[in-house]
Each structure stands twice: as structure tokens, then as C-alpha cells.
């Protein structure tokens, strides 16, 4: 209203800023603190959208048919394992699949609401300095029965760590291995009539690979010099498996050779240079080894771009993008790409599977709400001086967090996967989130309605 394009145009004067704020609720405006909306960094990224597109929803749509479906009102069954394709109407049906969703979130020992009823005579309250101890839940959420539970009391796969150096240490990918082997051990024994799909995301602790598996990432570009070779370092182990450790406490490490690569027609490369070479047993160097692939041009690609391997373009040297160094081309390559996790092959030896989310969405993993509802309720809670009471809190918190409440967060994950699978944009996929937040899935006219709702017209109509 203030600028003097406006003012011509209708024929006004300066406003006072008074004036102004009266008139702003008029226009259906609030004065408060913008919300936090889904955060786009990455979201759009080339390789993150080819993961979704190419790996996560042809899976999860795959084993989609045989969920159960749940109505976001009543929390109650509303297609028993369905729909069904025509395939599967004659008996016997095929067994109903149970996606369980797999997280770990931080509780802080200091963390409380920042805003609340004061008094107006109230003195202002010493504050602990920093957020106090943390500590770390993991756990497996589903829609068919919540926090996965056994059948025995007190048998439940949720786990509190007290992170930290000197305390209960860290979680890594050991953790998550026997995490995930409790649980399969507890739906093995209990839940035996349905088949499991464990859903992870995509943190480094999840999708680490075993020793000596194909990975580009530590790899020199050239032959080492003489006197010297290149291994995947391993921590080095005694003689009853024990890791061995320094004066100072650290890991001893070892070298071991790193397993040979294939071939486009699946013969085997081998990594380091073979007998009757002059560099017997010496690692190639990332340039041999794409050479030998038919990129005569690795030699004049540099190492990797950047300290951080941070390139322009995820996809580069795959199709059509142009190599950018010789890191990131042999990363790209099918079989160093397609190497399975530790958790792929512990999982599926005993007959279960896995999904991978795409990285940069969580609103595709119904208990990241979870942890924010628990969140909710353990800030309420009064200040905990003292360790002890943190974890009572914490397990109350989580405790709250009811199964219909879990369905509701998991139809709403589920709308976004079906906005995504319909090729609808972050934005557009957030608008129809909201216009249907009741419903499982958005109607396929949700582009129309999202260009009439903010006014943009179709260029066949004009």
C-alpha cells in the first residue's frame, strides 16, 4: 500500500503503520513466527529422485496390494488387504504384508516448552547451560499393531542408549543389526501368519557394507608408490573375534584386500594387478580400473571434485551426464552402485525384506511423527536435575503415542507416496497433503484443482 505504483494506481495516500495493522486481519493475515514447513534441501536432488522413482515406489507398490488399509477418522480397517488385483481373487489369498518403519531419535535431558503461563510478577528462572545428557530411542513402527511389540509381557524391541563417550557409547551399525535381528526374532515367533517389510532410511549406519565390499569412496586415482599398497582398513581382531585396541584405546587397524569388481557381462575385474606383473598384489588405482572398462579418458579426470566429494551433478558419468572424476564415474558403475548392505543380507537370510526411503524425506516415515508427538508431551514435563528421570519420562512420552494415533501418521505418509507416485511436485504434493489430510490417497485431478486454487489457468483454456 506504501508504494507509490499502488498509490497511483487507486488513488491513495500513505497509510500510518497502525492503520495498516488493523487492516491486516481483514486481509486473513496473523503477526507470529512462521511455521516450519518440510525442508527442501536435497529433496529435488537428481540422485534422490531417481532413488524414489527408480527403487522406493516400484517396491513399496509392489507390496502395497497386500497391506492393510486404515481409515484415518476411525483408525479402524476400512479394504481387509486390499484392493486386491483380479490375480488374487481366487483362493487361497496371498499372506498380507506388514510394513514396519524403523527410526531413532534423541531425547535431551533439558529440553522443555519455551513458551507458557507466566505470572505477571514472575521472576525469570535459572536455566541448566546446555541441553544435559541425551539419550537415543530406536524402534519399528507400524499401522496393523504400532510399536512392534511380542505377545510376551515386557517382550518389545524399543531401545534406550545413553549416548555418549564415557556412557553407553554410540549407535552403529552393530547396534542396528541386533536391533533388527530382536525384532525379526519376536515377529518369527509371534506374527508367524504374515510376511515383514522393514523400512529403513538411508543413514550411513544403515546402509554400511561388509568389509571388503566394492566401495569407491577411499580409493586412490593412480598405483601406489612403491613399498606401499591400498586396503579397505578393518579393525584388527584377536583369535576369539575381540577387537584389539591401542594404548590410547583406539581400534588397531589392518588391511585386507578389497573384493574383485565385475565386468558389463559379469566377468570378474580383479582390483589388484595378478601375478607375473611387475606390481603383483598392488591395487590398480581408480584410473587402471576404469580404463579397463573402455574410459580411455580417466587419466585426465581428476581424483574426485572437491575434499568432500561434493560433485555438481549425482548422476554424472551415468545417463548422458558427462564424467566429472574418475570417484564419482566408478561410483556411479552398476556393480559398485548395486553392492547390498549388511542389513539387505542379514534381513533377508532370514526371510524378510527391506526398503531403503529415499534421503531428504521424512515425511514418507510415519514415525518421525511419532517422535514429535512423544516430543509434545515429554517438553511438559518439569525440569529433571538429575539423569535418573529422564528415561521415565522418556517412556512415558512414547507410551502416549496411542495406535490410532500411529494410523493417522501412517495415512498420511501413505498420501505422500501416492502424490509422489502420481509425479506430483514437493509443493503440490504438501497442498494436496492438506486438502485430503482424511484420505489415503489424492484424487487424480489434484493438478487441475491445485492451478484453479491458486489461480493459474491451463494454456488450452485461454
Same mark, same amino acid.
Given at each position: 500500500?506504501?508504494?507509490?505504483?499502488?498509490?497511483?494506481?487507486?488513488?491513495?495516500? *500513505?497509510?500510518?503503520?497502525?492503520?495498516?495493522?488493523?487492516?491486516?486481519?481483514?486481509?486473513?493475515?496473523?503477526?507470529?513466527?512462521?511455521? /516450519?514447513?518440510?525442508?527442501?534441501?536435497?529433496?529435488?536432488?537428481?540422485?534422490?529422485?531417481?532413488?524414489?522413482?527408480?527403487?522406493?515406489? #516400484?517396491?513399496?507398490?509392489?507390496?502395497?496390494?497386500?497391506?492393510?488399509?486404515?481409515?484415518?477418522?476411525?483408525?479402524?480397517? $476400512?479394504?481387509?488387504?486390499?484392493?486386491?488385483?483380479?490375480?488374487?481373487?481366487?483362493?487361497?489369498?496371498?499372506?498380507?504384508?506388514?510394513?514396519?518403519?524403523?527410526?531413532?531419535?534423541?531425547?535431551?535431558?533439558?529440553?522443555?516448552?519455551?513458551?507458557?503461563?507466566?505470572?505477571?510478577?514472575? $521472576?525469570?528462572? #535459572?536455566?541448566?547451560?546446555?541441553?544435559?545428557?541425551?539419550?537415543?530411542?530406536?524402534?519399528?513402527?507400524?499401522?496393523?499393531?504400532?510399536?512392534?511389540?511380542? /505377545?510376551?509381557?515386557? *517382550?518389545?524391541?524399543?531401545?534406550?542408549? /545413553?549416548?555418549?563417550?564415557?556412557?553407553?557409547?554410540?549407535?552403529?551399525?552393530?547396534?542396528?543389526?541386533?536391533?533388527?535381528?530382536?525384532?525379526?526374532?519376536?515377529?518369527?515367533?509371534?506374527?508367524?501368519?504374515?510376511?515383514?517389510?522393514?523400512?529403513?532410511?538411508?543413514? #550411513?549406519?544403515h546402509t554400511k557394507r561388509a568389509p571388503g565390499e566394492l566401495s569407491a569412496l577411499k580409493m586412490p586415482k593412480g598405483i601406489p608408490k612403491a613399498g606401499t599398497n591400498w586396503g579397505v582398513e578393518v579393525p584388527m581382531r584377536d583369535d576369539e573375534g575381540g577387537i584389539v585396541h591401542a594404548a590410547n584405546g583406539k581400534p588397531r587397524k589392518t588391511k585386507i584386500r578389497m573384493r574383485d569388481a565385475k565386468f558389463a557381462d559379469g566377468t570378474a575385474q580383479p582390483?589388484?594387478?595378478?601375478?607375473?606383473?611387475?606390481?603383483?598384489?598392488?591395487? /590398480?588405482?581408480?584410473?587402471?580400473?576404469?580404463?579397463?572398462?573402455?574410459?580411455?579418458?580417466?587419466?585426465?579426470?581428476?581424483?574426485?571434485?572437491?575434499?568432500?566429494?561434493?560433485?555438481?551433478?549425482?548422476?554424472?558419468?551415468?545417463?548422458?551426464?558427462?564424467?566429472?572424476?574418475?570417484?564419482?564415474?566408478?561410483?556411479?558403475?552398476?556393480?559398485?552402485?548395486?553392492?547390498?548392505?549388511?542389513?539387505?543380507?542379514?534381513c533377508e537370510a532370514r526371510g524378510f525384506d527391506t526398503l531403503f526411503l529415499p534421503k531428504f524425506h521424512p515425511e514418507l516415515n510415519p514415525i518421525e511423527q511419532c517422535w514429535g508427538r512423544a516430543k509434545l508431551k515429554y517438553r511438559v514435563n518439569p525440569p529433571t536435575p538429575t539423569e535418573a528421570e529422564v528415561e521415565g519420562n522418556v517412556i512415558a512420552a512414547l507410551d502416549s503415542v496411542t495406535l490410532s494415533l500411529i494410523r493417522k501418521y501412517c495415512v498420511?505418509?501413505?498420501?505422500?507416496?501416492?502424490?509422489?507416485? %502420481?509425479?506430483? $511436485?514437493?509443493?503440490?504434493?504438501?497442498?494436496?497433503?492438506?486438502?485430503?489430510?482424511?484420505?489415503?490417497?489424492?484424487?487424480?485431478?489434484?493438478?487441475?484443482?491445485?492451478?484453479?486454487?491458486?489461480?493459474?489457468?491451463?494454456?488450452?483454456? %485461454?
Amino acid at each position: 500500500m506504501a508504494r507509490q505504483d499502488v498509490k497511483e494506481r487507486h488513488g491513495t495516500k *500513505d497509510i500510518s503503520l497502525p492503520t495498516g495493522c488493523r487492516w491486516m486481519p481483514e486481509l486473513r493475515m496473523q503477526w507470529r513466527k512462521h511455521n /516450519k514447513g518440510m525442508y527442501k534441501d536435497g529433496h529435488e536432488r537428481a540422485d534422490v529422485q531417481l532413488h524414489l522413482h527408480a527403487k522406493y515406489l #516400484p517396491k513399496w507398490y509392489a507390496y502395497e496390494p497386500r497391506m492393510r488399509h486404515w481409515d484415518f477418522e476411525t483408525g479402524e480397517e $476400512s479394504v481387509p488387504y486390499g484392493p486386491w488385483p483380479r490375480d488374487y481373487e481366487a483362493p487361497p489369498r496371498p499372506r498380507p504384508v506388514v510394513a514396519w518403519f524403523h527410526d531413532e531419535s534423541t531425547f535431551a535431558q533439558h529440553d522443555r516448552r519455551q513458551s507458557q503461563w507466566v505470572h505477571e510478577d514472575a $521472576s525469570p528462572l #535459572p536455566l541448566p547451560k546446555g541441553e544435559g545428557a541425551s539419550t537415543m530411542v530406536a524402534d519399528f513402527v507400524s499401522a496393523d499393531y504400532g510399536w512392534l511389540r511380542g /505377545k510376551s509381557e515386557g *517382550d518389545a524391541t524399543r531401545l534406550l542408549l /545413553k549416548v555418549g563417550k564415557n556412557r553407553d557409547g554410540y549407535f552403529q551399525n552393530e547396534n542396528v543389526l541386533e536391533h533388527v535381528h530382536k525384532a525379526m526374532d519376536i515377529l518369527k515367533r509371534d506374527y508367524p501368519e504374515e510376511d515383514h517389510l522393514f523400512i529403513f532410511d538411508n543413514a #550411513p549406519t544403515h546402509t554400511k557394507r561388509a568389509p571388503g565390499e566394492l566401495s569407491a569412496l577411499k580409493m586412490p586415482k593412480g598405483i601406489p608408490k612403491a613399498g606401499t599398497n591400498w586396503g579397505v582398513e578393518v579393525p584388527m581382531r584377536d583369535d576369539e573375534g575381540g577387537i584389539v585396541h591401542a594404548a590410547n584405546g583406539k581400534p588397531r587397524k589392518t588391511k585386507i584386500r578389497m573384493r574383485d569388481a565385475k565386468f558389463a557381462d559379469g566377468t570378474a575385474q580383479p582390483l589388484y594387478f595378478p601375478e607375473g606383473h611387475p606390481r603383483a598384489g598392488i591395487f /590398480k588405482g581408480m584410473a587402471v580400473i576404469l580404463e579397463e572398462r573402455g574410459f580411455a579418458f580417466a587419466h585426465d579426470l581428476r581424483a574426485q571434485c572437491g575434499k568432500n566429494f561434493k560433485c555438481l551433478n549425482l548422476l554424472a558419468g551415468t545417463q548422458g551426464v558427462p564424467a566429472c572424476c574418475c570417484r564419482r564415474l566408478l561410483y556411479n558403475q552398476p556393480d559398485f552402485a548395486g553392492v547390498r548392505s549388511l542389513l539387505e543380507n542379514e534381513c533377508e537370510a532370514r526371510g524378510f525384506d527391506t526398503l531403503f526411503l529415499p534421503k531428504f524425506h521424512p515425511e514418507l516415515n510415519p514415525i518421525e511423527q511419532c517422535w514429535g508427538r512423544a516430543k509434545l508431551k515429554y517438553r511438559v514435563n518439569p525440569p529433571t536435575p538429575t539423569e535418573a528421570e529422564v528415561e521415565g519420562n522418556v517412556i512415558a512420552a512414547l507410551d502416549s503415542v496411542t495406535l490410532s494415533l500411529i494410523r493417522k501418521y501412517c495415512v498420511r505418509s501413505q498420501r505422500f507416496t501416492d502424490a509422489y507416485h %502420481k509425479g506430483l $511436485s514437493t509443493e503440490i504434493a504438501v497442498w494436496a497433503g492438506k486438502k485430503y489430510h482424511g484420505h489415503r490417497v489424492v484424487p487424480n485431478t489434484v493438478l487441475n484443482m491445485f492451478d484453479e486454487a491458486h489461480g493459474i489457468v491451463a494454456a488450452t483454456k %485461454k
